[in-house]
Each structure stands twice: as C-alpha cells, then as structure tokens.
C-alpha cells in the first residue's frame, strides 16, 4: 500500500488527532470525533441560522465540517475548543452554527456553495461576506472574527 505524497505527509505530521491515510482517495481520514462547544453545537440548522441572522441584525459564523475529516476534527480540537474562541462565538452580535457536510450536503451546496471542509464562513443580511480556508489556530480564527464583533 503506497504512503502519501510528501506534502501529504507533512500535514499529517502536525495533526494530533487520530487518523489514517487513504491511498484511494488521498484523504487524511479522522479515526476520532471531537466534540463541538456548546455555542456552536447549539446553533440552529444551517438555514434556519442565516434566516435568524437577517431578522435579528447578527452575523452567522458557520463551520463546515466532516466527521471522517482529521483536519477538520484538529480544527475543533484546537481552535474551536479554545476557551478564547469560545467567549468570542458567544458575542451578542454573533450566531454560531455548525454544518456536517456529510450529512447535510444539500444545505452545504445550496447556502454554502460548497462542500469544501474545514471551512468557516460569516453571513451578514444573508449574505456570505467572509470565508476562512482549512484548519486554522485558535490565533488565526479569533483575528478572523475580531471585526465581525460587534458589541
């Protein structure tokens, strides 16, 4: 069984999450599932979110991910579980949701565009206005959502 491309190896070299390499579809594969926070894991469904965000004046922070992905469960591991990013998500002008892109692929291509996982996305009026790539640190996504706060 062939092992991954360098490039590859060198990003399952930083994950500490448990996970595997598959050689058919060259994806790093989570062999555990973090928890989400409650602020995100209490949010609404994906549209049901946007649609409370234009009624209410918030900004809709969405995180797209997959349970097979080990990037992205390295995400919540260490950023979205940071205490810091907690208190962030839990702003007045914020409303944090989730979406498993396996399991809610329609929601994920229709509001979203995409399938694309991890990523973050901020909608404002129902509109998407920003989009954070991949697996970021807890650093990275608190500077991504300092101006979106706003109280």
Not at 48 to 67: N, P, W, Y
Request: aromatic share 6%; with cysteine; net charge negative.
């Amino acid at each position: 069984m062939p092992g991954p491309p360098p490039e590859i190896r060198a990003w399952m070299d930083r994950l500490t999450v448990e996970h595997a390499y598959d050689p058919e579809t060259g994806f790093i594969v989570a062999r555990e599932v973090i928890g989400l926070p409650a602020v995100i894991a209490s949010g609404p469904p994906l549209g049901e979110a946007i649609r409370r965000g234009q009624d209410e004046g918030r900004v809709v922070v969405v995180f797209a991910t997959a349970d097979r992905c080990a990037p992205c469960q390295q995400y919540k591991q260490s950023a979205l579980n940071d205490p810091r990013v907690i208190e962030a998500l839990g702003a007045s002008g914020l409303l944090a949701t989730h979406v498993e892109v396996d399991r809610e692929s329609e929601d994920a291509q229709a509001l979203l565009g995409s399938l694309a996982i991890p990523m973050t996305y901020a909608f404002v009026d129902g509109e998407r206005v920003a989009e954070l790539r991949g697996q970021r640190s807890a650093e990275d996504l608190l500077a991504w959502l300092a101006p979106l706060v706003t109280d």
